[in-house]
């Protein structure tokens, strides 16, 4: 194992900058997940790590060593590719021991390690099949366990799941985090599925065009997004983002208004004041949003609107929302849906479940994951 440094690393591919000057530490024995939209930088900082892109400028270090003139061969990394790249005319047990066979093993630990490896991977009894008498999660196993028995200093997942059905990709997902405890073994996890981010991350990493937008646990960026980009990045339905302008201070209450004249209320951190000519946003959460009974007494912030998308999913659904101005709100909840499109609703969310960030999107206000 070892950890992994990138210190001020750069890439382009002719005129475009695709990396820019990122540092991140990656520690030993974790999990780290790199996350953000197509194109953001996520899968070449993987292959800079690995050997196959070399750095404009910056240093790549594992362990104690930089590495940027290693070739990936003595890089001593193991990659996961989102293909599978399975050798079509060996058989599973061939497959994962090809690696070791190149490297001069001798037949006996290559034998011992594939036979374990399978056995972690409840493929053992599949090792004399060929990658066309495998399921899609089966052939992904044996692309992990082709990995694991190189021994390496960390593995790297190049969104493993991608190709997988909604179904498989739950089931493997359990089965990796599974893997990441039992072989505490440095990772680093590329997707841009937040919900594999957060089921497998020690420390998740948000990346928009090539900069690293915020570091920290699943939780920190759940709870504390460092701006409205990662707010609404993080999370199964994203944050919904409303813009609202100061209206006036009480003690430590602030009263801001959504330009329907709806009052919205927010508690303040001490010592904080607000313009009344700049436009601020409000975040809060589908989970944290409720639809009011029409008789029911709520003191929180309430916004009235018009249905126009319910979804049930059976456990829990989404509705869809739309303001008087055409503005869409996304719900949701834990129960059987029963709104239906063009119901009149009133939403009801407490101000303690509240995000407020500046007219550029940086939080101000947010949720200590510590008090949470």
């Known amino acids: 194992m070892a950890s992994i440094i990138l210190k001020n690393v750069s890439k382009s591919f002719r005129d475009s900058r695709i990396i820019k000057n990122v540092d991140l530490t990656m520690e030993d024995g974790k999990c780290t997940v790199l996350v953000g939209p197509s194109g953001c930088g996520k899968s070449t900082i993987l292959r800079i790590i690995c050997g196959l892109e070399d750095v404009d400028s910056g240093e790549v270090i594992i362990g104690d060593k930089c590495v940027n003139d290693v070739p990936p061969a003595n890089r001593g990394i193991a990659m996961v590719f989102q293909s599978y790249a399975l050798y079509p005319h060996m058989t599973v047990f061939e497959n994962m021991a090809f690696a070791l ?15 374990e490896t399978a056995k972690i991977l409840k493929i053992d009894h599949l090792i004399h099949r060929k990658p066309k008498e495998l399921s899609g999660g089966q052939r992904q196993r044996v692309a992990i366990g082709r990995a694991i028995v190189r021994n390496p200093y960390a593995f790297l997942f190049d969104e493993p799941l991608s190709n997988l059905d909604s179904a498989l990709r739950c089931q493997m997902r359990y089965e990796l985090a599974r893997l990441k405890v039992q072989l505490n073994t440095t990772m680093i996890y590329v997707t841009h599925d937040q919900s594999e981010a957060m089921t497998l991350a020690d420390k998740i990493v948000v990346m928009r065009d090539g900069v690293v937008e915020q570091v920290g646990s699943p939780l920190e960026l759940y709870n504390s997004p460092i701006n409205t980009f990662v707010a609404q990045f993080m999370g199964s339905s994203k944050m919904n983002i409303l813009p609202i302008f100061f209206s006036s201070n009480a003690g430590k209450l602030s009263l801001f208004q959504y330009h329907t004249k709806e009052q919205l209320s927010f508690y303040l ?96 206000l947010g949720i200590n994951p510590n008090n949470s």
Do not use: M, W
């Open 101 to 115: 066979q190149v490297r001069k093993f001798k037949k006996d630990e290559i034998e011992k390690r594939v036979t």
């Open 269 to 364: 951190r001490e010592n904080l004041e607000y313009e009344t000519d700049k436009v601020y946003y409000l975040g809060v959460r589908p989970e944290d949003i409720e639809v009011l009974h029409p008789d029911a007494l709520f003191f929180g912030n309430k916004l009235d609107g018009v249905v126009s998308l319910s979804e049930n999913l059976g456990g829990e659904g989404f509705i869809h929302v739309t303001l008087g101005d055409g503005f869409s709100i996304t719900v949701k909840s834990k129960r059987n849906i029963t709104e239906r499109v063009g119901n009149n609703v009133r939403l009801g969310f407490s101000i303690d479940n509240c995000y407020l960030f500046d007219g550029e999107g940086n939080a101000i």
